[in-house]
């Protein structure tokens, strides 16, 4: 998981378990700590090409046998110790014990365990901590029968190195699109969203100059997870070949435009602390924003009834000349250590909780969706048409690179944003500054 600006939002899953169920619910009737993801282009290749290690374990084929232990984060860490009873009743001779820790001391307890050799045997661990965690040599291989293909590819890729290495399996994911007002687009003659970005520059203009809001749309100012999917929208990318490339050309007209939306006065620039964009938004000052899923339960408890006719979402809008736009993907991801001693089991345990039925029933469990795409033809999400809007989205998604120093990269980023976004660097600029600071950070 990654923590977006508290402007907005917060990803951790468990603010929205249960709404997102009860939204689901409503569609049918009438419609982290951290963590975070790496980016297809940065030396993964094709994900079932390079999914395991000739060294890897290989996973229990059935009848798994022995004791493991497994970490999880959060509102997962607190439903996962009954949920695995389903997995010792297939696997009789199999113990599995759940210790749940809370995303905020998840890091650091994970490097202590590492440091004293005492690490669980398979963990969930956020996708932006991937790089780091990679770089202890605490994590194993993926098991070579594991078929990363499977997964969407975005997700799966989170836990891939530049050289090709992959070292987890997605447990869930989540990906951001485009919330909007649709009454208010009406009232400014708009009814169908953006498909490109010329016209999401034409709708925030119209929301704010026909349609009545105090702005047109809502982007971070310090938000690389907002800002970093139109430069992927736009054929740009974090790193190239084991290179950053954060002063490309398409860089550089990404930065352009999403500075532009500040320029002209679509997007506020300055952001009262602790400001919620979920009121904003059922209120009508802020009628555009990217968010995940976790929002569709806010917003559907923060509108009330009727509320529901009023807003839609929308996938990434795409750039000129491309066809569809490509957006952030994030979740979790699970683990398997180098020191546990019944490697067999922990693979096979990563398996089964990726497995598509199993999946299913996590989704109804803990209101997650699935890594494993086979899953999203059930009818649990398949007849829901928001819950759709994020699985077609997820075909189009990428994330940052695997790299250990992946926490500072990005603060450079978003110190860079800032000063385009509200000072008076120009993009130019602000891209080539990114640039140098990312290559004086180094990738290790």
């Known amino acids: 998981m990654n ?17 997102l169920l009860s939204v689901t619910l409503i569609a049918a009737a009438c419609g982290t700590n951290q963590g975070g993801q790496s980016s297809p282009g940065a030396g993964a290749g094709d994900a079932s090409a390079d999914a395991g290690s000739p060294d890897a374990g290989s996973p229990g084929t059935g009848g798994a046998s022995g004791q493991l232990t497994a970490w999880a984060m959060g509102n997962e860490g607190v439903l996962l110790g009954d949920f695995v009873d389903r997995y010792m009743e297939e696997n009789p001779d199999a113990q599995v014990n759940v210790t749940p820790v ?51 590819e975005g997700a799966f890729n989170t836990g891939v190195t530049p050289d090709g290495i992959a070292y987890s399996v997605p447990w869930y994911v989540e990906t951001r699109v485009l919330y909007y007002r649709t009454d208010i687009a ?46 992927w929208s736009n054929g740009g990318d974090v790193m190239t070949d084991g290179e950053f490339t954060l002063n490309s050309p398409a860089a550089v007209e990404a930065l352009e435009f999403y500075d532009s939306f500040f320029e002209e006065g679509l997007s506020p620039n300055q952001v009262p602390e602790g400001f919620d964009i979920t009121p ?122 695997a790299i250990p120093t992946w926490a500072e990269v990005a603060s450079a980023i978003n110190d860079q944003l800032e000063r385009v976004t509200v000072g008076d660097q120009d993009a130019q600029g602000g891209a080539q500054a990114m640039q140098q600071e990312a290559q004086s950070i180094g990738t290790e």
């Open 186 to 231: 009406e009232e400014a003659g708009i009814t169908e969203p953006p498909a490109n970005w010329d016209e999401l520059k034409a709708m925030a203009v119209a929301m704010q100059d026909q349609g009545g809001a105090e702005w047109g749309i809502s982007l971070g100012t310090m938000n690389w997870q907002e800002y970093l999917p139109f430069l």
């Open 102 to 152: 809370d995303w905020g001391i998840a890091r650091d307890r994970l490097l202590t365990a590492i440091g004293g050799n005492q690490t669980p045997d398979v963990s969930q661990m956020g996708t932006d901590m991937m790089g780091e965690f990679i770089e202890t040599g605490a994590l194993a291989p993926l098991a070579a029968d594991i078929d990363g293909s499977r997964f969407f």
């Open 280 to 401: 904003a938004f059922v209120q009508g000052s802020h009628p555009m924003f990217f968010s995940g899923p976790w929002h569709l339960g806010l917003i559907a408890e923060a509108g009330g009834d009727g509320f529901e006719d009023k807003w839609a979402i929308a996938p990434m809008p795409a750039a000129p000349g491309g066809e569809t736009g490509v957006s952030f993907v994030g979740g979790g991801n699970l683990v398997v250590y180098t020191d546990t001693e019944n490697p067999d089991l922990a693979w096979d345990f990563v398996q089964w909780m990726t497995q598509p039925e199993t999946q299913l029933a996590w989704y109804e469990e803990a209101t997650v969706l699935p890594s494993d795409r086979s899953a999203w033809d059930d009818p649990a999400l398949a007849d829901d048409p928001n819950v759709q809007v994020f699985g077609d989205q997820l075909e189009n998604t990428r994330a940052q690179p």
């Open 3 to 19: 923590l977006p600006e508290m402007r907005s939002q917060s990803m951790q899953p468990a603010r929205w378990v249960g709404l």
